[in-house]
């Protein structure tokens, strides 16, 4: 409500200052920088009031898994990566590293972040699914145009607000040593933890923290996230396609392609596209994952 009273006061404004201008005591700019600000304050509160579920003021945990395409794919990876903690620090949202298993050459084979805001997961839960690159490759002698995929899956991080119930017989725990780059950051100890839900078989691992107990209750708060979005798909069949979703990561699975060389990126599921590539791929993501929210996710016809 407070947001609504807030956008009504810059409609008043912008009415009022055209009421100026008709007496001649305002500028026709003044009056159009007035009603773009107004235009902009309402098409917020459209696009906010799409973020209508309890789920979606949650914070967020988001997976990215190398696909299709080898190092080109790690590397495209971890480009994904980078795009999405500039995003989240744009946001002013905190943003640690749960897991990580990097490339053999280069890039990541896939990591899990934890992105921590107000409405993390509604803003960011339309990115699942496959992302595509399309790039004259670094890693190719001949400079071909390559092509790669990598996945990106989102759960909502539950918090004390959300309550999961699980068994701890149906937990299966395992201790392992953090893996890293070397040096002095490298763990000696086995304080990385994974654990199996068994009934389920999600499998989940945290090395976030240097205490194995610290690294046991993270991994208990991501599996409560799992498990979370997985009662979700099942209360709420319309919004609850995301395993259904989970396609291959290659050819034709794509809800998104970012084709570097054309200077195109373009999402398949709203028809949003931009040449911007540099300024998504540095975290300018607001216009897709608006137009998703927007048009619900539905398909739009392809002009390729």
């Known amino acids: 409500m407070a947001k609504y009273r807030e956008v009504e006061t810059v409609v008043d404004d912008a009415e009022l200052l055209l009421d100026f201008f008709r007496e001649e005591q305002a500028t026709e700019e003044e009056?159009?920088?007035?009603?773009?600000e107004a235009l902009a304050a309402v098409d917020d509160l459209e696009f906010r009031s799409t973020l209508n579920q309890p789920e979606d003021e949650l914070g967020c945990i988001l997976e990215i898994n190398a696909g299709a395409g080898g190092t080109e794919a790690c590397d495209w990876a971890e480009m994904l990566l980078r795009m999405y903690q500039?995003?989240?620090?744009?946001?002013?949202?905190?943003?640690?590293?749960?897991?990580r298993v990097d490339g053999d050459v280069a890039g990541i084979r896939s990591v899990e972040l934890e992105i921590a805001g107000?409405?993390?997961?509604?803003?960011?839960?339309?990115?699942?699914?496959?992302?595509?690159?399309?790039?004259?490759?670094?890693?190719?002698?001949?400079?071909?145009r390559m092509t790669s995929f990598a996945s990106?899956?989102?759960?909502?991080?539950?918090?004390?607000?959300?309550?999961?119930?699980?068994?701890?017989?149906?937990?299966?725990?395992?201790?392992?040593?953090?893996?890293?780059?070397?040096?002095?950051?490298?763990?000696k100890t086995e304080s990385a933890v994974r654990v199996r839900h068994?009934?389920?078989g999600i499998v989940v691992e945290c090395q976030q923290e240097r205490s194995?107990?610290?690294?046991?209750?993270?991994?208990?708060?991501m599996l409560k996230s799992h498990l979370?979005?997985?009662?979700?798909?099942?209360?709420?069949?319309?919004?609850g396609k995301i395993?259904?979703?989970?396609?291959?990561?290659?050819?034709?699975?794509?809800?998104?392609?970012?084709?570097?060389?054309?200077?195109?990126?373009?999402?398949?599921?709203?028809?949003?596209?931009?040449?911007?590539?540099?300024?998504?791929?540095?975290?300018?993501?607001?216009?897709?994952?608006k137009a998703f929210l927007m048009h619900h996710g539905e398909p739009v016809p392809e002009q390729e």
């Open 118 to 144: 107000d409405f993390a997961y509604g803003l960011l839960k339309g990115e699942n699914g496959v992302h595509r690159l399309v790039r004259v490759s670094p890693y190719n002698a001949q400079g071909k």
């Open 243 to 289: 395993e259904a979703s989970k396609m291959k990561n290659e050819w034709g699975s794509q809800i998104r392609s970012y084709v570097l060389d054309d200077r195109r990126v373009k999402d398949h599921r709203t028809g949003h596209q931009t040449s911007q590539t540099d300024a998504v791929l540095d975290g300018d993501l607001d216009d897709f994952l």
């Open 31 to 36: 009056v159009d920088a007035k009603y773009a």
């Open 198 to 200: 068994l009934p389920t």
């Open 228 to 239: 979370y979005e997985l009662e979700l798909q099942k209360r709420l069949e319309a919004r």
């Open 212 to 221: 194995q107990h610290q690294n046991r209750d993270k991994a208990m708060q």
């Open 152 to 187: 990106v899956f989102v759960h909502p991080l539950v918090d004390e607000r959300i309550e999961v119930e699980v068994n701890p017989a149906d937990l299966e725990w395992d201790t392992f040593r953090s893996s890293g780059a070397g040096g002095q950051h490298v763990n």
């Open 86 to 99: 500039m995003w989240a620090e744009k946001k002013g949202f905190k943003v640690s590293e749960l897991n």
